[in-house]
T-cell receptor, first 112, second 113 residues
Framework: DQQVKQNSPSLSVQEGRISILNCDYT??????FLWYKKYPAEGPTFLIS?????DKNEDGRFTVFLNKSAKHLSLHIVPSQPGDSAVYFC???????????FGSGTQLTVLP | KAGVTQTPRYLIKTRGQQVTLSCSPI?????VSWYQQTPGQGLQFLFE???????NKGNFPGRFSGRQFSNSRSEMNVSTLELGDSALYLC????????????FGSGTRLTVV
């Protein structure tokens, strides 16, 4: 039973445009959400997080939106750069438990 | 500052053997977590240690075990290796809250033949 789902395995975007990566979850107990990006042969790199008491968090070019009623979160990257090409994972956790449940990832390709 | 260091980077073992993987967290990070990444199952949580105590454990058989030392370094052990244990094993460390994120190492690629 996949509790965190990333339904788009891949996404291609033109450089300079917005990239929107989506993530759905089923467990209403999740209250912390994180986004990671991963390059081949490297571990995931933390990007941005959000708690369930907020609906938006921004950090530079990255913004995460949380819609609790829809159990949906999204990561917006503006403007997209070729160096952003990587696999993006969303992850969720319950309370302070340091156990992340990951989605299956979305391969983002930013075309020059 | 130094990141999370995992050794070895690559490992080939034979079915039935056991293996020990090592992780050195970022200095000052007391929480260490382990994850398994496979093409079929994605990233799955194995266990988490804090101050030498296992606080959380994922849904893996008892062949998977771990420990943490007083200097926060951690090891995980897999006994009686099976072909399905072939995976990238990732260690992550964190300092304070979940929202600070976790810093992952580059992983150990284990191949069981």
């Amino acid at each position: 039973d996949q509790q965190v789902k990333q339904n788009s395995p891949s996404l291609s975007v033109q450089e300079g445009r917005i990239s929107i990566l989506n993530c759905d979850y089923t467990n209403s107990m999740f209250d912390y959400f994180l986004w990671y990006k991963k390059y081949p042969a490297e571990g995931p790199t933390f990007l941005i997080s959000i708690s369930s008491i907020k609906d938006k968090n921004e950090d530079g070019r990255f913004t995460v939106f949380l819609n609790k009623s829809a159990k949906h979160l999204s990561l917006h990257i503006v403007p997209s750069q070729p160096g952003d090409s990587a696999v993006y994972f969303c992850a969720a956790s319950i309370g302070s438990a340091r156990q992340l449940t990951f989605g299956s990832g979305t391969q983002l390709t930013v075309l020059p | 500052k130094a990141g999370v260091t995992q050794t070895p980077r690559y490992l080939i073992k034979t079915r039935g053997q056991q293996v020990t993987l090592s992780c050195s967290p970022i200095s000052g990070h007391r929480s260490v977590s382990w994850y398994q990444q496979t093409p079929g199952q994605g990233l799955q949580f194995l266990f988490e240690y804090f101050s030498e105590t296992q606080r959380n454990k994922g849904n893996f058989p008892g062949r998977f075990s771990g420990r943490q030392f007083s200097n926060s370094r951690s090891e995980m052990n897999v006994s009686t290796l099976e072909l399905g244990d072939s995976a990238l094993y990732l260690c992550a460390s964190s300092r304070t809250t979940v929202l600070d994120g976790y810093t992952f190492g580059s992983g150990t690629r284990l191949t069981v033949v």
